[in-house]
């Protein structure tokens, strides 16, 4: 191997190349804004404090945010598995919250309170990725195709 002639699609050697350094920056993105995210909302449950919970949902919706932008800066979309993932985690999150309200005796009002907001901030997230990249008419005619199924 010739080490004065570039290897990577960069210019570099050895380099990762377009999907790598999209995988890192994904990674990346969500080890941060995730992990802060995660952590936040939990303590925001456990001590019933509105400002961590609301905190750490805010959190996971700038690392949606940034996972579009990462996403838009490599000409990319949300792969399969990351739509997957993301939809089972929501899912999950979403029941676990509601089944919390339902058997807990105590759960405070307060926790309900972060678990509405956050939840809807989430969603809301979720609709307007949907607008911003298909479009209003995009976005009802994919919506139209699923129901018509």
């Avoid at 004065?4 to 993105?29: C, I, K, S, Y």
Wanted: proline share 2%; glycine share 14%.
């Amino acid at each position: 191997m010739n080490r004065d002639e570039p290897q990577g699609p960069h210019g570099g050697h050895d380099g990762l190349g377009e999907l790598g350094e999209r995988r890192l920056a994904v990674m990346t993105n969500w080890a941060f804004f995730g992990s802060f995210g995660l952590c936040f909302t939990l303590s925001g449950f456990s001590a019933a404090d509105l400002l961590a919970g609301l905190f750490g949902f805010a959190l996971l919706a700038a690392a949606f945010g940034a996972h579009v932008i990462i996403n838009h800066l490599f000409g990319t979309r949300f792969s399969k598995g990351e739509v997957a993932l993301g939809f089972i985690a929501f899912i999950v999150s979403v029941l676990g919250f509601v089944l919390s309200w339902l058997v807990l005796p105590h759960f405070e009002t307060v926790n309900i309170a972060i678990g509405l907001a956050g939840f809807s901030l989430l969603f809301a997230c979720f609709l307007f990725y949907l607008v911003a990249h298909h479009g209003v008419r995009g976005s009802i005619d994919m919506l139209d195709r699923v129901r018509k199924r």
